[in-house]
């Protein structure tokens, strides 16, 4: 069962084991109160819950008004519904298909702990999340996922989206998943935070470099699921090429794996000038999932 | 079948899910999605091996899932995320699945996790020796192709 899910139904946040992992993200939520977006876009995957083997999109854009948390076996997890954005989703859609990014457009969708677990960790567990949601699931799950440099250009293709919309919106962008991790095989358990470290730096620093990164690298050196930190690059995509890094928690381990966390936020804001979509943007992170 | 050849076929102890295996193991993971409802998880304990005969599975396939041997059912095409919801209808927790797929007890497991998890030295590639000196091994040169993309 996803860890950090688990902890946070079972009201376990304030162990110690736990504990270390949620203090880390105070700031963050400290951050998201401050920051009030009007929409969040989170990109995230899905764990064989709304999506078996049946059929596997690359990138699924969920369009739909709402979406349920999925039932992973063990119940829905105790989160409110995710409420969507249609008009935008709709929006980013007919948008970004015209940009050549081929989307899957989903208008019916329940959500899992991939999602739900990062909103935990940014808004806390409040009755009604604070604002409207747009899921962008990513396979991650069967080789090959999209390029990270697939996943930074679908980035810009969305702000150029956001920015070309009727009405001015903050929004903030989430990417999630990795960082190390490996929870298959003989070779489970792996933990590199050299490698989740660098990640980090470069994430801030030099991201159109570090989006070429090739998917081998991230299964050999930070685990076979580390893969799913591709996902971070539509983050970063969306955000202006230089940015302010405002805030950076790591820690291992959360159960399985490790947890990496990061907030940036572009530079020019409240300049004034034309209507640039402001765009806080961020990332979280995450971790873990088991 | 022969497997293609994949530069990740050379990272220890791992059974990358790609779309050979997502062919190969569709019964495998068909199998496990259907255990998320309660009706079959009680169908398939009553009986293991008629509940089975539902599934496009080959001998190999439902032998794999009988002995629970989760290594073995990775490398025929299960992928982990559909795996972990049969550890689930048997009551194990992730961790548990995890020590038992290393060939660990959950305690050490859980306590090679506290200590910081597996380090990445030594566990990077099957063929290539272990670099004390060097960060990163990286597979250059294996193949034209691959070389190519480091932008």
Redesign the interface.
Known sequence: MPAIGAAIDNGKTEQPYWQRVFAGFEKSKAWMAKAKPDLVIGVYNDHASAFSVEFIPTFALGCAAEFPPADEGWGPRPVPVVKGHPEMASHIAQSVILDEFDLTIVNKMEVDHGLTVPMNLMFGSPKEWPCPVIPLAVNVVMYPPPTGHRCFMLGRAIRKAVESYPEDLRVVIMGTGGMSHQISGPRAGLINSKFDKAFLDNLTKNPKKLARMPHVEYMREAGAEGIEMVMWHVMRGALDDKVNEVYRFYTVPASNTAVGHIILENRRRAAGKGKSARKPARKASRRARR | MTRAQH??DD?????????ER?RQ??GI??F??S??KDANRKAFKANEAEYLKKFPLTAEQSAAILKRDY?RM?ELGG????T??LG?TDGH???HL?AL???STQDD?AK???A?????EG???KTKKPSPGK?????KGRSKK?SK???
Request: a positive charge; glycine letters at 12%; one cysteine or more.
């Open positions: 530069d990740y990272i220890p102890g791992t059974f990358v899910f790609d779309a997502s193991g569709y993971n068909m496990c999605m255990l998320m290594n990775l992928n982990i995320y559909f972990a919801k689930a927790s992730f961790q995890a797929m290393t060939g497991y090679m996790m506290l910081g998890g597996r380090s990445v566990n990077r590639s960060a990163k091994s990286k597979p691959g993309r480091r932008g």
